[in-house]
């Protein structure tokens, strides 16, 4: 060998950022370490020079890998381990490390050399990662994480359980697989617009399960970025606060239901009025109003009892929101009065509907009360009339059918209700 040659490989040996040790055929004195494996150990080259690597064990070495150690050095076999190993100061690192036989030109065995590094940090980092997938895991709430692209890498049990996606479903798809189609363009946009600069972006979102059910959930979608500032991941954290949602729905139904018919109530009913008055403005589409009374009511109270005449105004209410279409409000507007408002419905077609409730229900015979009819007002919203004006204009009308005999429909005149 060159003297050029061996002085590169001293240089390198010298150099080397990992650290290397020479040791006798024994694998027991050293007999060279290079300044990485000093600078790993604490010991000087004339400390560790003809002395065994023994000193670098401690409490914590793990024996078994000690033993499948000597175990190569007798059989001059290459070895590759990881253990705790102890530096002068007493203090612990972990090391990974392979001893190779080296061989003379005859064959025999004359040291072992070994390439060492302190994985130390590696080896915490990936415990802190492990725990920190373990503890994601155990959080109640779903998460969800995604690459740059909003493909799914990783979902924790508890996303798995509220979506009803496994982890072997859910990575590798996207979050669309949870759209319920109930959020609009907008909604999206600033979704989008929100995670392109940089922002978290919360909001209540309507899922879709896997079985095909709704859930509400209040999610934040945070994006994550490298050191450059580049987004690499995004990650989702999410409650689902469905039983909060129904909560609150039966919360508002009380408020703008009718607990005897299941109707919505005069509050409930005038909102959807203003709502249905300003549609039809703003599309210029006809809205019609049925005010229906049941004749001699009082009657009826009189002569059966107020639990029967409470099932009758149910009776009565049923068969309202059967004639109609499932778009049409049927409210209960107070006593024995109900208000049916007919979206996009022309004066005409209504008063088709009022003929066919009036024959339907002259039709029926109640078990214990017999007959029963209705009367009803019908009017059809004018341009630039109020909700108030609409509903006296119908209420006029149904005055002038309980005067033209009951059991009838009359249609409202422009400014009636005045
Ligand atoms: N059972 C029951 N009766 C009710 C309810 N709300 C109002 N009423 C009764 O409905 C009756 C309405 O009587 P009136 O306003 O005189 O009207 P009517 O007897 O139907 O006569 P016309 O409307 O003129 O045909 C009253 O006796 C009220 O007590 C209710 O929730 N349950």
Same mark, same amino acid.
Do not use: I, K, N, Y
């Given at each position: 060998m060159s003297t050029s040659t061996l002085q590169l490989l001293q240089a390198a040996f010298l150099q080397s950022w990992n650290a290397i040790v020479i040791t006798d055929a024994k694998g027991l004195q050293v007999e060279f370490a290079n300044p990485a494996f000093c600078a790993m150990t604490g010991y000087t080259m004339e400390e560790l020079q003809?002395?065994?690597?023994?000193?670098?064990? *401690?409490?914590?070495?793990d024996r078994a890998v000690i033993e499948h150690l000597h175990q190569c050095l007798n059989e001059a076999r290459y070895f590759e381990g990881t253990a705790t190993n102890y530096r002068k100061d007493g203090s612990s690192y972990l090391v990974h490390w392979n001893i190779s036989p080296v061989r003379g030109d005859d064959g025999a065995l004359t040291h072992f050399i070994s390439v060492q590094q302190d994985v130390s940090a590696y080896i915490q980092s990936e415990r802190k990662n492990r725990l920190l997938a373990r503890a994601l895991d155990a959080a109640s709430d779903p998460v969800m994480l995604t690459d740059a692209a909003g493909r799914i890498i990783f979902v924790n049990t508890a996303f798995s359980h509220v979506t009803g996606y496994g982890a072997d479903e859910a !990575? *590798?798809?996207?979050?669309? !697989?949870? +759209?319920?189609?109930?959020?609009?363009e907008a909604f999206y946009s600033a979704l989008y617009r929100s995670l392109a600069e940089g922002r978290d972006f919360r909001a209540t979102f309507v899922n879709r399960r896997r079985d095909g059910s709704l859930f509400h959930a209040e999610q934040s979608i945070s994006p994550v970025c490298d050191e450059r500032g580049q987004v690499t991941h995004y990650v989702s954290v999410s409650k689902d606060i469905s039983e909060r949602v129904s909560k609150e729905q039966a919360l508002l139904d009380a408020a703008? +239901?009718?607990?005897?018919?299941g109707l919505h109530n005069r509050r409930g009913g005038e909102k959807i009025l203003a709502e249905a008055q300003a549609d039809a403005r703003k599309h210029g589409r006809p809205l019609s109003l049925l005010v229906c009374d049941i004749d001699h009511f009082k009657r009826v109270n009189d002569r059966f009892g107020h639990p029967v005449g409470d099932r009758v105004l149910r009776d009565v209410a049923c068969m309202l929101r059967l004639a109609v279409r499932s778009r049409d409000a049927v409210i209960r507007w107070g006593g024995e009065e109900f208000v049916i408002v007919l979206d996009s419905c022309t004066e005409a077609r209504a008063a088709e509907l009022a003929e066919r409730i009036r024959g339907r229900v002259d039709a029926h015979r109640d078990a214990e009360v017999g007959a029963l009819t209705l009367s009803m007002g019908l009017a059809t919203l004018l341009g630039g009339e109020t909700v108030q004006q609409l509903v006296g204009r119908a209420d006029a009308a149904l005055y002038d059918a309980k005067r033209g005999g009951r059991n009838r429909w009359s249609v409202a005149r422009p400014g009636s209700g005045d």
């Open positions: 003809g002395r065994t690597l023994r000193m670098l064990q *401690g409490p914590d070495t !990575v *590798g798809a996207t979050p669309a !697989v949870l +759209r319920s189609g109930l959020h609009d703008t +239901r009718d607990p005897l018919t």
